[in-house]
């Protein structure tokens, strides 16, 4: 390790970070756990239970994301500019399945619970871009399995993504950054824990209101997401290092 403090940059992003460009969060009072339950919708159970009903409540969530006018917002922005602007590793780690990340410029990204754009085969495991309605009537485009496919997203009970990935950034990194995430659903609820028990990372929370976890960061900032987030990155790029 050179001298000083690491300056690898990982960010931890949930739905908080998408509300403002009109997506819904899970847990806030209009969010998608007060209109259709987990159980229902975002479970292999549910799923076997009743794949119509799955596959009907991703549709219209993919065709909101496709068709609807949602475009990435100030935040994902910024976040774009610091991967590309900072003298060292910036690793954005996202609990949310949507596509904003890409679309706002963002490259070294880790979907740790799946993307909405994609499907997988529950046949062959192929995993391919989807932008269409999914129905039980689909063929898989590799094995031709018809209705095997499912949307590539990490329900309750199964295993997220990229973990192996994450835990290395997160034991490298200087400073981690957690937005726009109420800090309820493990392992990511867990990561800001994991940095503070790896060394002498910075940890900040910039979020609408505290979450869960507020109490375990060194620093926090409260507000909307398309405020904190460019002020945060404007004044990391000034500063220049993390010592
Ligand atoms: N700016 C910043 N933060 C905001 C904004 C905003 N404009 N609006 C809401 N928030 C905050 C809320 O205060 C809340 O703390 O975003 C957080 C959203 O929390 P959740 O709805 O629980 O979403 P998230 O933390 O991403 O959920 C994690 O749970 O249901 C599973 O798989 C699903 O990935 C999801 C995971």
């Known amino acids: 390790m050179g001298r000083g403090k690491a300056n690898g940059i990982v960010v931890l992003t949930g739905a908080g970070i998408s509300k403002e460009s009109g997506l819904d969060t899970f847990r806030d009072a209009d ?18 239970r009743d794949p119509v009903r799955v596959h009907d409540f991703y549709n219209a969530r993919r065709r909101s994301l496709v068709t609807g006018n949602v475009r990435p917002n100030a935040a994902h922005a910024a976040l774009a500019r610091l991967e590309a602007e900072w003298p060292g590793e910036v690793t954005i780690v996202t609990q949310n399945i949507d596509d904003l990340h890409e679309q706002g410029g963002s490259r ?6 799946g993307e909405m754009l994609k499907v997988r085969c529950d046949g062959c495991g192929t995993v391919v871009p ?65 940095v503070r028990r790896a060394g002498t990372a910075h940890t900040v929370e910039l979020n609408l209101e505290p979450s869960e976890g507020a109490s375990l960061f060194a620093e926090a900032r409260y507000g909307p997401a398309t405020e904190l987030v460019p002020a945060f990155v404007d004044e990391l790029l000034a500063r220049g290092t993390l010592d």
Do not use: K
């Open 31 to 48: 969010g998608i756990w007060a209109q259709v339950r987990i159980e229902d919708v975002a479970t292999p159970e549910g799923f076997r």
């Open 108 to 113: 070294n990204l880790l979907h740790m619970h």
């Open 130 to 194: 989807w932008r269409d309605d999914l129905g039980t009537g689909d063929d898989c485009p590799d094995c031709a399995a018809t209705g095997r496919l499912r949307p590539h997203v990490v329900w309750f009970g199964e295993m997220p993504l990229y973990m192996d990935e994450i835990y290395g950034a997160l034991d490298r990194c200087g400073l981690f950054v957690s937005i726009g995430t109420s800090g309820n659903v493990y392992p990511a609820a867990g990561f800001v824990t994991e």
